[in-house]
C-alpha cells in the first residue's frame, strides 16, 4: 500500500458528530420519557387530591345535612307529665300494687292533697334497667293517681346508662331516643309509651328491641303522626340528643336539684331529694313524698282518717 492511499478509517471529526447526534437523540428519548412521566405522574396527583376533596366535601356534606336534632318540650332533658289522657289511663294496670307488708288490702296507702304547687317528682329512667321497670309496676296507680289530682308533676329522663349490655345493639341509648321522638311528635301518647317501654322490658345483655320494633310500639300505643314517628325512631333522629342528656345527667346539678348528680337508674328526685328507699314498695315511696314535701314551700297533706291527728308543718 503507498503512502498516498487513505486507510478506510472513519474520520474522527464525523464519528464525534455521530456520536453527538446519537446522544442527542438518547437525550431526546430521554427528555420526551421524563415528560410523559411527569404528565402521568401529575394527572395521578391531581385524580388522587380530587379523590380526597370529593370525599371530605362528603364528609363535611353529610355532617351539615343532617345537623344533630333536639326534641321539643323538653325541661332540663325530662317530659312533663301533668295529667293523663284516657289513651294513657288505659295503661295504668287495674291489679292492686304488691302488698309487702302482709297487713292485707285494708290498709291505705296515703295519698297527698293539693294545697299548694304541685310537689316536683323527677324520674331518671334506664328502659334497660330491671328497677326502673320494677318501680314503674309498683308505683304506676298512685303516680297517675297523684299526677291527675294535681298533686305531683312527674318528669320522666330517659337516659342510657346501660349502653354497652344490649349485644352492642345499644339499646337503651335508642329506646330513650325512641322515647323522645314519642314526647316531641306526640306528647299525649308519652306517659303510655314510656309505660310500655317499662313494664315489657328486654333482658339486661340481651340485643333488646329492634328500631323497627320501636316504632311498632309506638304506633300500638296510637301516637298522633304515626309515619312522621315511624321516621323520628327508625332514622335515630335524638340518639345524639340522648347521649348528650345522659352526660350532662352524670356531671349534674340534677334537674330541680342543688348538687345531685346521676349515680343509677332509675334515681327517683322529690323537691330535689334523692329517693333512697324501696323501688317496690309504694307506701314507702308515697312516705318519703309527703315527708319531703312537708318540708318545702309545696305542701301537700296526707288524707286524714279517724285515728290520726294532723300535726302541723313546722
Not at 91 to 110: H, I, K, N, R
Not at 267 to 277: D, K, L
Request: proline fraction near 8%; aromatic fraction near 4%; hydrophobic fraction near 40%.
Amino acid at each position: 500500500m503507498s503512502s498516498e492511499e487513505t486507510p478506510n478509517v472513519p474520520d474522527p471529526r464525523t464519528s464525534r458528530e455521530a456520536v453527538r447526534e446519537k446522544a442527542q437523540q438518547v437525550h431526546v428519548k430521554q427528555s420526551r420519557a421524563r415528560l410523559m412521566r411527569g404528565v402521568i405522574i401529575g394527572a395521578i396527583a391531581v385524580v388522587a387530591v380530587a379523590a380526597i376533596g370529593t370525599a371530605v366535601t362528603l364528609a363535611v356534606t353529610t355532617t351539615v345535612s343532617k345537623p344533630v336534632l333536639d326534641p321539643r318540650g323538653m325541661e332540663g332533658d325530662g317530659i312533663v307529665v301533668r295529667n293523663i289522657t284516657n289513651a294513657s289511663a288505659d295503661a295504668v294496670p287495674e291489679t292492686p300494687v304488691p302488698d309487702e307488708t302482709g297487713a292485707g288490702s285494708e290498709t291505705e296507702t296515703p295519698e297527698p292533697e293539693v294545697t299548694a304547687p304541685a310537689v316536683a317528682v323527677h324520674i331518671y329512667v334506664d328502659y334497660l334497667s330491671p328497677g326502673a321497670g320494677e318501680f314503674e309496676r309498683t308505683n304506676t296507680r298512685q303516680l297517675a293517681g297523684w299526677i291527675n289530682e294535681g298533686a305531683v308533676e312527674v318528669t320522666y329522663h330517659p337516659v342510657s346508662m346501660l349502653t354497652a349490655s344490649s349485644n352492642g345493639t345499644k339499646y337503651s341509648l335508642r329506646a330513650a331516643a325512641a322515647a323522645a321522638c314519642v314526647a316531641t311528635h306526640s306528647p299525649d301518647q308519652f306517659y303510655a309509651y314510656n309505660h310500655e317501654l317499662l313494664i315489657d322490658q328486654p333482658e339486661v345483655d340481651s340485643s333488646g328491641r329492634t328500631d323497627v320494633d320501636l316504632a311498632d310500639l309506638a304506633v300500638a300505643v296510637g301516637v298522633d303522626s304515626p309515619k312522621v314517628v315511624r321516621n323520628c325512631i327508625e332514622d335515630g333522629d335524638f340518639v345524639t340528643w340522648a347521649k348528650d342528656a345522659t352526660s350532662r345527667a352524670l356531671e349534674g346539678p340534677l334537674d330541680g336539684s342543688k348538687d345531685l348528680t346521676l349515680t343509677s337508674a332509675p334515681m327517683i328526685v322529690v323537691n330535689g331529694e334523692a329517693y333512697v328507699g324501696s323501688l317496690k314498695d309504694p307506701a314507702e315511696f308515697s312516705q318519703f313524698v309527703l315527708t319531703v314535701a312537708s318540708d318545702t314551700d309545696a305542701t301537700p297533706t296526707p288524707t286524714p282518717t279517724p285515728t290520726e291527728t294532723e300535726t302541723p308543718a313546722e
